[in-house]
């Protein structure tokens, strides 16, 4: 078994491991690792450590195959006071995933901290086996703590997070990193239909930061709204144990399973 999301190849080329696998697909990752790959590679770009990630969003292109993947990043609007970034993952000769975020100058602004409840305390008790009808291998490279609500109930959910396994051997998560592994799971953890006869799958997911994280522990307390059409968002507050940090959001497809084909027709 591997100890991290992703094995290093050399030359900006990595190796998913069983850890990446999503709930939809054991062919394909669920979004958060590639997020955080894509997060990291963005932080290493022309790095400063006076400026602070404050929106990133990921674009998923299609299906992101558990294999080996391409990650590069670079710097596409320069500046003293906020610089726009992109980075892209690729697999198999055609893009997956496109990144971009901005970061804007740590100043010496004062904290007015968000209105609202303090998250809850962290519960004693994580999540066991995947639940029936999902594909394990990111669930349970995750710690899952839930406090209200749960994977296989419909509707809000307050769960706690924190990652089994670095994203890449040897290296401590980032706090941007510990973010992006786990806040695209909104959809999953306050899902709304049966997973048995629904998808709803998030073409991208955007994530708005006033500070940094803190810590290992990363609570997401989601809902997700769904409305006659076939379009549904998932939103999501992000906090640590200090208190909130920012905010996540999921455009979601939401469309009946196809109907499963049985041997012999």
């Known amino acids: 078994m591997a100890d991290s999301f992703y094995l290093p190849l050399?030359?900006?080329?990595?190796?998913?491991?069983?850890?990446?696998?999503?709930?939809?697909?054991?062919?394909?990752?669920?979004?958060?690792p590639p997020s955080a790959l894509l997060g990291r590679a963005i932080q290493r770009c022309q790095p400063r450590d006076d400026m602070i990630i404050a929106r990133f969003t990921c674009e998923i292109l299609g299906a992101i195959p558990v294999g080996e993947l391409t990650v590069t990043a670079r710097l596409a609007r320069p500046g003293r006071s906020v610089?726009?970034?992109?980075?892209?993952?690729?697999?198999?000769?055609?893009?997956?995933?496109?990144?971009?975020?901005?970061?804007?100058?740590?100043?010496?602004?004062?904290?007015?901290?968000?209105?609202?409840?303090?998250?809850?305390?962290?519960?004693?008790?994580?999540?066991?086996?995947?639940?029936?009808?999902?594909?394990d291998g990111?669930?349970?490279?995750?710690?899952?703590?839930?406090v209200r609500g749960h994977f296989t109930q419909p509707g809000p959910a307050t769960v706690w997070t924190r990652l089994r396994y670095p994203l890449v051997p040897d290296e401590e998560p980032g706090p941007l990193e510990r973010v992006l592994a786990?806040?695209?799971?909104?959809?999953?953890?306050?899902?709304?239909?049966?997973?048995?006869?629904?998808?709803?799958?998030?073409?991208?997911?955007?994530?708005?930061?006033?500070?940094?994280?803190?810590?290992?522990?990363i609570c997401l307390a989601a809902q997700t709204a769904i409305s006659a059409g076939g379009a549904g968002l998932a939103a999501s507050v992000l906090s640590d144990l200090s208190g909130p940090l920012g905010v996540g959001a999921q455009s979601l497809l939401v469309t009946r399973r196809p109907p499963r084909v049985r041997a012999g027709g």
């Open 10 to 32: 050399g030359d900006d080329r990595w190796r998913a491991t069983v850890h990446t696998t999503g709930p939809w697909d054991p062919r394909s990752q669920h979004a958060g």
């Open 83 to 135: 610089e726009f970034l992109e980075a892209v993952a690729s697999a198999g000769g055609r893009d997956v995933a496109r990144a971009s975020a901005w970061r804007v100058l740590r100043t010496s602004s004062e904290t007015v901290p968000p209105a609202g409840e303090p998250p809850p305390a962290i519960p004693g008790e994580a999540i066991g086996p995947a639940p029936g009808g999902w594909v």
């Open 138 to 146: 990111y669930l349970s490279a995750v710690e899952w703590r839930p």
């Open 182 to 217: 786990v806040a695209d799971s909104g959809n999953g953890v306050s899902s709304q239909l049966d997973i048995a006869k629904w998808l709803f799958i998030n073409p991208e997911l955007t994530v708005h930061l006033h500070r940094e994280a803190a810590g290992e522990w």
